[in-house]
């Protein structure tokens, strides 16, 4: 510490030193960072450019809404604790959800319409979800992180063997099929044959072979064993970057055995601004909006937890208008999110967990990270070179990331009371089962109201509702912060 009267927090190091060590935290969160736009890029079936904006827009917010969290903006936004801000994995099934629903530019426009209405809603009401904490104990938190992890693995495995939907899903249409519709049409335009019905479609029934081939299962299984490899035997910061250096081998492979091409890299410019409602302009849906708020109030309610871990760690103590500032933070970096056309933001846990694992307290650090993250959005090179990467490369890592995050929930559940509360027990099994009925059984909701669909076709918010619910209905509303704080510091991924 420089002197004596400096807190650890605001201590300013040198110049050197904040570069590497903010690099750092850059690369714990990058392969987290980027998962989200490609998600959900990829399933609004959007072009490679309008992907490869998402991903420099993407970290571009990234960055500027770290420096509103780190540094602080005005005496109402940034709580100035050594956090990073991403996008938050728990938005993304409802997302998908709504891709799924209408993809292409409409599509984007609902989903960014939601992420705005989301954060002017999120900014206005950080200071009373400051004081809902009572209704969300380990016991909650840990079962709904533990079902975003198992949701997203969904998203892993059909990126290593292929999507249930496009040009590898599983099966194709057989060409004899398929040609004899083509003529049966002919037939119906010349009058010899009844019109065809509006939307008739042949199913698929022929295997696909571009379908869980095995080249892409053994580039997938080198990602994930040379991530094991490193996490196992490489020490310190090698080892906090694993899956970085697992995709970055993966890449390596597919690029030698001819499955990865850099044409994208190669045409995508050098430095480009990140404009405002460059994808799409805003569609405002007010159910969509309410889903994506019900996505804020949790992911606000695992930020409090984080921020409570953070003052534990840091010996920096927080009080409810410093809580208040941090949350109105993940509105408004949401906010700016849905303006530049992309997603809502939160702070990363496991970029908290680096600061325990370094010890570095500086909240400069964080401030150096997200000056980079803004270097990074203005180079479109690199969010081509990303978009270029296989999903069966990312599948691999995939697998590492979203498990890691059921994992996380599970860590939190380990210290929850099930011997001499066996309430507990219900609140879990019952969410879990509740998260999972999207998962099994995607079409429940046929026969109810189209309204209600974008509240109910995630698993996440099911499983959310149920166990704040059920929490309240078995257990009541105790605050306890000294559980919250542990189950904070249990959480290391998103």
Known sequence: MSSTTVHPVDERLPIGQLTALGLQHVLVMYAGAVAVPLIVGRALNLTPEQIVMLISADLFCCGIVTLIQSLGATQWFGIKLPVMMGVTFASVAPMVAMANSNPGVQGAGLIFGSIIGAGVISILIAPIVSRMLRFFPPVVTGTIIAVIGISLMRVGINWIFGNPFGPTAP??????????????????????????????????????PKYAQLSHIGIATIVLVSILLIAKYAKGFVSNISVLLGIIIGGIVATAAGLMTFEKVGKANWFDLVLPFEIAMPIFDPILILTMTLVMIVVMIESTGMFLALSDMTGRKIDQADLSRGLRTDGLGTLIGGIFNTFPYTSFSQNVGLVGVTGVKSRFVCVAGGAILIVLGLLPKMGALVE??????????????FGMVAATGIRILANVDFKSNRNNLFIVAISIGFGMIPLIAPKYLQWMPHGIHPLIESGILLASMSAVLLNLFLNGAKHDEAAIIAAAKQAEAH
């Open 171 to 208: 099966s194709i249409v057989s060409p004899e099929n398929a040609a004899w519709l083509e003529a049966a049409k002919q037939a119906a335009a010349s009058g010899a044959l009844p019109a065809v019905p509006k939307g008739m479609n042949i199913v698929g029934t022929v295997p696909n």
């Open 388 to 401: 270029s990467l296989p999903t069966f490369v990312l599948g691999g890592a995939g697998l590492v990331m």
